[in-house]
């Protein structure tokens, strides 16, 4: 079974531009986390989406959004971006039922300049 | 507000001896706990979890304490070897919520 896979794997951009990652879950998975890893601040939960719809959402600005398509893939969205926006994006997927495992993708790393 | 807290951010330990990682948490609602393992450029990797039913659970070398009274949760790596140098994050999860939180991170050394 294929794990679960996000595009693209590095990226660099400047200020002020946006930009879009993407996460494919594992097949089955109808649950979708996004994370921002930075040093020292361990995993920060961004948002989660389960069926199209977002169900949680962490303690970032409006600039930071996402959404989730009818086959469960999911985008992750940030606008102006800022030199602190600078980190590793990671997603995670799950079937949504109870204690469950969440299982990552390797990640996104972005850096702004 | 840190509901998950690993106050260690590292820790070094000879192979084969044991490895002893901590976390604390705050929220009494939290009833799952997992452990994931993570390389430099890589997602982390799920390790072992654990129910807040339990006290104890093992898998191979790696096993989970669960202390609710303490809200507190250790891994133990017996015996420790080098390609499980890696950051541990502990994961706490409450029912209902759907939304796992992470602490901050352990980053252990196992010397050769």
């Known amino acids: 079974k294929a794990g679960v896979t996000q595009t693209p794997r590095y990226l660099i951009k400047t200020r002020g531009q946006q930009v879009t990652l993407s996460c494919s879950p594992i097949s089955g998975h109808r649950s979708v986390s996004w994370y921002q890893q930075t040093p020292g601040q361990g995993l920060q939960f961004l948002f989660e989406y389960f069926s199209e719809t977002q169900r949680n959402k962490g303690n970032f600005p409006g600039r930071f959004s996402g959404r989730q398509f009818s086959n469960s893939r999911s985008e992750m969205n940030v606008s102006t971006l800022e030199l602190g926006d600078s980190a590793l994006y990671l997603c995670?997927?799950?079937?949504?039922?109870?204690?469950?495992?969440?299982?990552f993708g390797p990640g996104t790393r972005l850096l702004v300049l | 507000d840190q509901q998950v807290k690993q106050n260690s951010p590292s820790l070094s330990v000879q192979e084969g001896r044991i490895s002893i990682l901590n976390c604390d948490y705050t929220?009494?609602?939290?009833?799952?706990f997992l452990w994931y393992k993570k390389y430099p450029a890589e997602g982390p990797t799920f390790l072992i979890s654990i129910s807040s039913i339990k006290d104890k659970n093992e898998d191979g070398r790696f096993t989970v304490f669960l202390n609710k009274s303490a809200k507190h949760l250790s891994l133990h790596i017996v015996p420790s070897q080098p390609g499980d140098s890696a950051v541990y994050f502990c994961a706490a999860f409450a029912s209902g919520t759907y939304k796992y939180i992470f602490g901050t991170g352990t980053r252990l050394k196992v010397l050769a």
């Open positions: 929220n009494s609602m939290f009833d799952y």
């Open positions: 995670a997927s799950s079937f949504r039922t109870g204690q469950e495992t969440q299982y």
